[in-house]
T-cell receptor
Framework: EDQVTQSPEALRLQEGESSSLNCSYT??????LFWYRQDPGKGPEFLFT???AGEEKEKERLKATLTKKESFLHITAPKPEDSATYLC??????????FGTGTRLKVLA | DAGVIQSPRHEVTEMGQEVTLRCKPI?????LFWYRQTMMRGLELLIY????????DSGMPEDRFSAKMPNASFSTLKIQPSEPRDSAVYFC???????????FGPGTRLTVT
């Protein structure tokens, strides 16, 4: 069965304290892995798409990487405005979008 | 573009009543998704439309739920009759294709008492 697992469930960082969020997946034929950011009371906002192992994408303080089994979202020198829930999703050969349960990130000033 | 538009933003109804949620996708997108989000179960795909045709409705929880997409710019999700366990935030999302990045609306927070 296709599955996406994110860890940790919650993470508290001090401003400037870099860390990584993990997204492990088991799918039959990965077509794409997506990272989204969700702020309270809002819909998820698209961040990155990764298609193949070894691929990396960057946006400001965020960098997403992909291996054959997992993806990492690296946050470098985070700021309080980076506080949000980060969601990972995959599409497989069945074209079905599967979301993880997310990591709630809190960055303290 | 205004992005994905959903209405209403909040809906409070009594058990047994019919609820209709509405969505206007981004112009030009040919795929539309309805999701339900709760603290317990996270984000669950309910139904996926491609070119206004329902492709995958395996996530629709039961016959009380139905969805339509009469044209490329409008979709509805109906719950009849509603139950307290249907309380959740319902999101509509659209994309260029079934496996490309999705753009979400602001959601409808449904409370069934």
């Amino acid at each position: 069965e296709d599955q996406v697992t994110q860890s940790p469930e919650a993470l508290r960082l001090q401003e400037g304290e870099s860390s990584s969020l993990n997204c492990s997946y088991t799918v039959s034929g990965l077509r794409g892995l997506f990272w989204y950011r969700q702020d309270p009371g809002k819909g998820p906002e698209f961040l990155f798409t990764l298609y193949s192992a070894g691929e990396e994408k960057e946006k400001e303080r965020l960098k997403a990487t992909l291996t054959k089994k997992e993806s990492f979202l690296h946050i470098t020198a985070p700021k309080p405005e980076d506080s949000a829930t980060y969601l990972c999703a995959v599409t497989s050969g069945t074209y079905k979008y599967i979301f993880g349960t997310g990591t709630r990130l809190k960055v303290l000033a | 573009d205004a992005g994905v538009i959903q209405s209403p933003r909040h809906e409070v109804t009594e058990m047994g009543q019919e609820v209709t949620l509405r969505c206007k996708p981004i112009s030009g997108h040919n795929s539309l998704f309805w999701y339900r989000q709760t603290m317990m179960r996270g984000l669950e795909l309910l139904i996926y439309f491609n070119n206004n045709v329902p492709i995958d409705d395996s996530g629709m929880p039961e016959d009380r739920f139905s969805a339509k997409m009469p044209n490329a710019s409008f979709s509805t999700l109906k719950i009849q009759p509603s139950e307290p366990r249907d309380s959740a935030v319902y999101f509509c999302a659209s994309s260029w294709s079934g496996d490309s990045e999705q753009y979400f609306g602001p959601g409808t927070r449904l409370t069934v008492t």
